[in-house]
């Protein structure tokens, strides 16, 4: 059970612990780099002065733009995870329950496929067929979960029913993939190892909008946990409210299955755990879910590529070896009553 003053330890305990996996992302990896100089380098950088030696191309055409990414990937996955139990007013929610993983990695993997065989599909297209992908699924999902009585548990069948048939097209290209089997099952599993600026350009901002988003959003999610009548009568457009956590769901997740593959339980675990640390208050939850995820993704990403080197393993399975067991955890902790919402 949390205290208030364990609560209030836990900003600066996730400020402590997202700077040290920063600095060891930074600095460790088949070249050690010392943490001051690795700061050192990247200030520099920021001023126009480089060095142009092999230290740089690895920390800054390599590392730092993964660890960029990595944290954004997290923060927006974390933030969709969180926007998906308040819309569900349910802690045990996710984007995927939604479907709109699925219909990303349908459209990423279309994409994929599609590379090399028609001439007019460039490798860049494949973060647009992505995001095409996960707003179509969140567009069929929204429209079904509009027509049930209740829009939550409509909407949760949907997804359940949306995702299954994603998974089985993503099967099914798999089975066609022929020589490109490998890249793509690879891909599947989640990681960060063609990480690169482009993606960087293409992420962050994904993530800064989605928390800004919800930092808006925060008060009117609060009220909506009691119930979308009551929510109504408090004066919040429950519909937009609705809509607009729906399209924060989707592009986030989205853009993040785009650049790194399909990643579990970021969304599921890490803001279910900080409810747990700091109670159920959105404007205190949006942003520490955001550095929480970020922890989680540029720690797994390090681990990811040191542990095996030089092979990598795949982000994905760690998160899956890590999050499977807290989800269990959790849901076992919800069933014997001593859960809080």
């Known amino acids: 059970m949390r205290t208030p003053t364990a609560a209030r330890w836990v900003p600066a305990i996730l400020a402590v612990l997202l700077c040290a996996a920063v600095l060891s992302a930074l600095s460790v990896g088949s070249v050690v780099i010392s943490p001051g100089e690795a700061l050192a380098r990247c200030w520099g950088a920021i001023w126009g002065r480089t060095a142009g030696d092999t230290v740089d191309r690895i920390l800054l055409g390599s590392r730092l733009p993964r660890l960029l990414v990595a944290a954004s990937c997290g923060a927006a996955l974390a933030l969709a995870?969180?926007?998906?139990?308040?819309?569900?007013?349910?802690?045990?929610?996710?984007?995927?329950?939604?479907?709109?993983?699925?219909?990303?990695?349908?459209?990423?993997v279309a994409a994929m496929l599609l590379v090399g065989r028609c001439t007019g599909v460039p490798y860049a297209s494949l973060p647009a067929f992505s995001i095409a992908g996960g707003l179509g699924v969140t567009w069929v999902v929204f429209s079904l979960g509009r027509r049930g009585g209740s829009f939550g548990h409509s909407l949760l069948l949907a997804g359940i029913a949306i995702g299954a048939i994603c998974s089985s097209l993503t099967a099914g290209a798999l089975y066609l993939a022929g020589e490109?089997?490998?890249?793509?099952?690879?891909?599947?599993?989640?990681?960060?190892?063609?990480?690169?600026?482009?993606?960087?350009?293409?992420?962050?901002?994904?993530?800064?909008?989605?928390?800004?988003?919800?930092?808006?959003?925060?008060?009117?999610?609060?009220?909506?946990?009691?119930?979308?009548?009551?929510?109504?009568?408090?004066?919040?457009?429950?519909?937009?409210?609705?809509?607009?956590?729906?399209?924060?769901?989707?592009?986030?997740?989205?853009?993040?299955?785009?650049?790194?593959?399909?990643?579990?339980?970021?969304?599921?675990?890490?803001?279910?755990?900080?409810?747990?640390?700091?109670?159920?208050?959105?404007?205190?939850?949006?942003?520490?879910?955001?550095?929480?995820?970020?922890?989680?993704?540029?720690?797994?990403?390090?681990?990811?590529?040191?542990?095996?080197?030089?092979?990598?393993?795949?982000?994905?399975?760690?998160?899956?070896?890590?999050?499977?067991?807290?989800?269990?955890?959790?849901?076992?902790?919800?069933?014997?009553?001593?859960?809080?919402?």
Do not use: K
Request: no cysteine; charged share 10%.
């Open 180 to 341: 490109r089997l490998q890249t793509l099952v690879f891909w599947l599993m989640g990681g960060f190892w063609r990480a690169s600026w482009r993606d960087v350009l293409l992420m962050l901002p994904v993530a800064t909008a989605t928390l800004i988003g919800l930092v808006v959003l925060a008060p009117a999610m609060n009220v909506a946990l009691v119930g979308e009548r009551s929510a109504h009568d408090l004066g919040v457009n429950v519909p937009r409210l609705q809509a607009v956590l729906l399209g924060l769901i989707a592009v986030g997740t989205a853009v993040a299955v785009s650049i790194a593959g399909v990643i579990g339980f970021v969304g599921l675990v890490v803001p279910h755990l900080l409810r747990l640390a700091v109670g159920g208050d959105h404007r205190r939850l949006v942003p520490l879910t955001a550095a929480g995820g970020a922890l989680l993704l540029v720690t797994a990403d390090t681990l990811g590529r040191t542990l095996a080197a030089p092979t990598e393993v795949p982000v994905g399975i760690l998160t899956s070896l890590v999050g499977a067991p807290v989800f269990l955890w959790l849901l076992l902790r919800r069933g014997s009553g001593r859960a809080e919402a």
């Open 81 to 108: 995870g969180l926007a998906a139990q308040a819309l569900f007013r349910n802690p045990l929610a996710s984007p995927y329950v939604v479907g709109v993983s699925g219909g990303a990695a349908v459209g990423a």
